[in-house]
């Protein structure tokens, strides 16, 4: 066997890649309010990179137009920085505000509890607490993205987000179990009644002996912020406890829209 080193493969690639977006971002955390200007050497310096890798990650910031390089040499943090900053405190107030709902929630009924919110792939879920029957939505992870036809927090979205019907309506509905609607008339019919009634009940529609429960959030304007629901076994989602957990995913999601309205912009 020969003693050359072992071949660079897709994994070797991948963990060079994360190591250098982890040391780039870094480098982000040396500007403050009380350094916004930074030189080369000052960075190198502090990072305790070597000036060829600094200048290397520096360099590919300024091609994103998210850092500025004067004439000097000295970088200086441009406004796309900001914006991501500002979508991050938004998502961590609204988790933030969302935890002891979704808390209450899922010890009152022992179901998982879910904090969703509208991208342009689907309804992504960026929070979620389980209660004493977690398995049964096991699938359905902080992160996992759902499409909007299908479980009850998606079909709130399209129902209180003009833009996500518009697209969602122009495209093919696909199956995941015998219970989604694939129909578009009979969806548009299904969204009118969710929006008047200001819940959507999703019954194996999307996870066969899955249902759900979902009611929006919304914000100052009464455009849609994020959905707040509750998923679990579907034999505990019809008669009265069916009711019970509609009605208090609603006075939740009230709740959270009562909140998220009274922030200032």
């Known amino acids: 066997m020969g003693g050359g080193a072992p071949a660079e493969g897709p994994e070797t690639t991948s963990r060079e890649t994360v190591g250098s977006v982890l040391r780039a971002c870094r480098l982000l955390e040396h500007f403050g309010a009380d350094r916004p200007v930074i030189t080369l050497a000052e960075l190198t310096a502090a990072s305790g990179l070597n000036k060829p890798t600094v200048h290397r990650l520096m360099t590919s910031f300024v091609e994103a137009g998210w850092v500025h390089r004067d004439a000097v040499g000295a970088y200086r943090i441009r406004m796309p920085v900001f914006a991501v900053g500002a979508a991050a405190l938004a998502e961590f107030d609204l988790r933030t505000e969302a935890r002891p709902v979704l808390e209450d929630l899922a010890a009152r009924f022992g179901d998982t509890a879910f904090l969703m919110v509208p991208a342009d792939a689907g309804a992504v879920c960026i929070d979620r607490i389980e209660g004493g029957k977690p398995l049964v939505v096991a699938g359905i992870g902080i992160g996992t993205v759902l499409p909007f036809h299908a479980a009850a927090a998606p079909v709130v979205m399209a129902a209180f987000d003009p833009a996500v019907r518009e697209r969602l309506l122009a495209h093919e509905l696909p199956a995941f179990t015998d219970s989604t609607h694939t129909d578009p008339s009979g969806l548009v019919a299904h969204l009118d009644e969710v929006r008047a009634t200001g819940v959507a009940v999703s019954r194996d529609d999307y996870l066969g002996g899955v249902s759900a429960v979902a009611a929006p959030v919304l914000g100052v304007d009464g455009a849609l912020v ?26 939740a999601g009230r709740g959270l829209s009562t909140t998220v309205g009274a922030r200032p912009a």
């Open 226 to 251: 994020a959905t707040v629901s509750l998923g679990g076994r579907s034999e505990d989602f019809t008669g009265a406890e069916g009711e019970q957990r509609a009605a208090a995913v609603v006075e």
